[in-house]
């Protein structure tokens, strides 16, 4: 690959900014962006740096996400305009929508593309969903192993020692490794004689 290509490639995807590396678009807003990743950040409070990329990247995927709505408005925006003059023998009403089914044809593959994005882009949030709520439970059963326990006051997580574990009064039931001979079972429907 030549040096220009090298160089081009990791803005390939900016056209929609679904897919690559690049998740701010020229025109975004950065200042909304980053509040929209602070929001993420103060919602899931990641620790540790595998919580920080995966919040990262949810907070990147809903961002993508986002921009899919519009992405298909404009197509049709652009289809009104490029196809305005078809359809002039039909009514008005008729009309817009004779137009938008047109621009549905012509740009099919490109709706069917962010059809697509949407998908994979959806399935890969689910998937760190998962992960991050796997990693944050991990964290606060082994806090609740050091002997605290998370609780919720006002609206802020403190933390506060766990009881002593309290003597169980249910005898033991044997395992399925003890002689059975020494339990008695009563079938079902048996009165027991």
Not at 148 to 169: C, D, I, K, M
Not at 179 to 192: A, F, Q, W
């Amino acid at each position: 690959m030549s040096e220009s290509g090298k160089a081009k490639s990791p803005l390939n995807a900016v056209k929609s900014g679904l897919t690559g590396r690049t998740v701010l678009l020229p025109g975004e807003d950065a200042a909304e962006y980053q509040r929209h990743l602070a929001a993420f950040t103060d919602e899931f409070k990641p620790a540790g740096l595998r919580e920080c990329e995966l919040v990262q990247s949810i907070a990147d995927t809903w961002w993508r996400l986002r921009r899919i709505p519009a992405l298909e408005m404009a197509l049709f925006a652009k289809g009104r305009i490029e196809f305005a003059n078809l359809f002039e023998e039909e009514d008005l009403a008729v009309r817009s929508h004779l137009i938008d089914a047109h621009t549905f044809l012509v740009y099919a593959k490109q709706i069917r593309n962010l059809q697509i994005q949407e998908a994979r882009l959806a399935r890969r949030r689910e998937k760190e969903m998962a992960e991050l709520c796997a990693l944050q439970q991990q964290h606060k059963e082994r806090e609740m192993g050091n002997g605290f326990v998370f609780s919720e006051r006002a609206g802020a997580a403190t933390l506060t020692a766990a009881p002593p574990p309290v003597p169980s009064l249910i005898p033991a039931i044997p395992s399925y490794t003890e002689n059975s001979s020494s339990l008695s079972c009563t079938p079902i429907g048996s009165s027991g004689s």
